[in-house]
Nanobody, 120 residues
């Protein structure tokens, strides 16, 4: 099985920064991509950022503000968030999946989530 553990969330004021971390363990050799989703109350879970070898992708609303990265072993993924806005408030989830050409496939595995609240 796959275990994903997110950390780093919290309360931050608008314009602030947070760095989220996700440690993956278990049978992750089948996957070549990792990503971050977020889900705000009453809204669908949204893919925020994804990474695989040589490729990163971001939803338009976070481009230029968020950076996804991972370690050389590929078992830890980070989301560095700058210039946070109230609309970034959500529970952020880590996941693993696959990438081929320009398509990521996620959704089978999730961490417990780490909440991010951006508020004055």
């Amino acid at each position: 099985q796959v275990q994903l553990v997110e950390s780093g969330g919290g309360l931050v004021q608008p314009g602030g920064s947070l760095r989220l971390s996700c440690a993956a363990s278990g049978s992750i050799f089948r996957f070549n991509a990792m990503g971050w989703y977020r889900q705000a109350p009453g809204k669908e879970r949204e893919l925020v950022a994804a990474i695989t070898s040589g490729n990163t992708n971001y939803v338009d609303s976070v481009k230029g503000r968020f950076t996804i990265s991972r370690d050389s072993a590929g078992n830890t993924v980070y989301l560095q968030m700058h210039s946070l806005k109230p609309e970034d408030t959500a529970v952020y989830y880590c996941t693993v999946g696959t990438y081929y050409r320009s398509t990521y496939r996620f959704g089978d595995y999730w961490g417990q989530g780490t909440p991010v609240t951006v508020s004055s």
